[in-house]
């Protein structure tokens, strides 16, 4: 007989088909200056057509990766961009009508994921001025969840908790086996991480991608962090060789490039700086304080500006709905400096 899963065909799903090769893609947290063209294409020399033509091995770069964490390859499980392993972690840590709690708003995926498997996604929300209570997350960990989803940091929002903060809810989720999951896409935008109690202790994972600092997007390429025993249980759910030649030998190039990583850094953080001193100067709120992304709070209508921008500038940003004291409001990724300098000159123009 003819079957669809009830749950798939009620889930509400946006999918990105919209053309944006022509566009200033400020929209979706890419770099938009990308990787320098001469290391690009230093790497590509080493592409041979049996690269191509042979399915990808993945044991030398994980040791790669390994070597780079200071850990081993039993705590490491490389996947398909780091949204697939939180997949994976939501599949094989839950049951049916299991409870996961997370911060809301995120990144959606937690969401759809949740909904997909028919789990109990409980929300968590920011308060008004947009900073998140722990005690509204401890509040939440209760004897039956199964997962508590954190960000660090947080997209859209760009809140980061302490060590402090953090201690204090990993032991509340220890005392209640509850398993915990760290995105970490935004990591070297905001160096503090809590890779160290994926990689020291049990039932913390952290996921990680290439495609944010690392500029690697088009590539798809990521990885879990955990206990041994829990990344064994998340490398059974993947499908078989779910990575790609070309990920794994631009990831290596990146991480044995030291001088490429200091490059990318410092051009995120002048175009930042460029961006949040123009905003100060022309008294616009804004908040952000990690990621490479910002709410600003616009004069006037956001989808109108929005849609201008996309029109008459042809550069793409996005509006938020009712964020806090914000109100509607827009997210902007940041990139170096000369690509804010295109874009507060937008704003400047539209916004008025």
Same mark, same amino acid.
């Given at each position: 007989m003819y079957y669809v899963d009830p749950k798939v065909e009620k889930l509400y799903r946006i999918f990105d088909q919209n053309e944006r090769k022509d566009y200033l893609r400020l929209d979706l947290n890419e770099n938009p200056g990308g990787l320098p063209e001469d290391f690009v294409m230093s790497v590509l020399e080493g592409i041979t057509p049996q690269i191509i033509s042979q399915y990808p091995e993945t044991l030398h770069f994980t040791e790669v990766l390994a070597d780079y964490l200071s850990t081993d390859i039993n705590h490491l499980c490389l996947v398909n961009g780091s949204a697939e392993g939180i997949r994976y972690i939501i599949q094989a840590f839950t049951s049916p009508n299991g409870r996961i709690i997370g911060v809301v708003p995120s990144y959606f995926m937690f969401q759809v994921y949740s909904e997909m498997y028919g789990r109990d996604f409980v929300k968590i929300p920011y308060n008004e001025d947009l900073t998140m209570d722990i005690n509204n997350i401890i509040s939440e960990m209760t004897e039956e969840t199964q997962l508590l989803i954190l960000l660090n940091p947080n997209n859209p929002m760009g809140n980061v908790y302490t060590d402090e903060e953090f201690e204090r809810i990993l032991h509340e989720a220890q005392e209640k086996h509850i398993n915990v999951l760290v995105d970490e896409a935004y990591h070297y935008f905001y160096p503090k991480t809590f890779i160290k109690y994926a990689l020291e202790g049990e039932h913390v994972f952290v996921t990680r991608t290439f495609s944010k600092l690392f500029s690697m997007a088009g590539c798809r390429l990521g990885y879990v962090a955990g206990w041994p025993e829990g990344v064994k249980m998340v490398q059974k759910m993947c499908t078989p060789h779910n990575t790609n030649a070309f990920a794994l030998r631009f990831a290596e190039a990146v991480i044995k490039s030291p001088e490429i990583q200091t490059q990318l850094i410092n051009n995120f953080n002048e175009g =930042? =700086? @460029?961006?949040? $001193?123009?905003? $100060?100067? %022309?008294?616009? &709120?804004?908040?952000? #304080?990690?990621?490479? @992304?910002?709410? *600003?709070? !616009?004069?006037?209508?956001?989808?109108?500006?929005?849609?201008?921008?996309?029109? #008459?500038?042809?550069?793409?940003?996005?509006?938020? !709905?009712? /964020?806090?004291? @914000?109100? %509607?409001?827009? =997210? /902007? &990724? *940041?990139? #170096? =400096?000369?690509?804010? #300098?295109? @874009?507060? &000159?937008?704003?400047?123009?539209? $916004?008025?």
């Open positions: =930042r =700086r @460029f961006l949040i $001193d123009w905003l $100060d100067k %022309n008294n616009y &709120s804004h908040k952000g #304080e990690a990621g490479n @992304f910002i709410f *600003i709070k !616009p004069r006037t209508d956001a989808q109108k500006i929005v849609d201008r921008m996309k029109s #008459e500038k042809k550069i793409l940003i996005k509006t938020y !709905p009712n /964020v806090g004291d @914000f109100g %509607n409001c827009l =997210r /902007v &990724s *940041i990139g #170096e =400096r000369k690509y804010m #300098e295109l @874009f507060v &000159s937008a704003l400047a123009d539209i $916004d008025r």
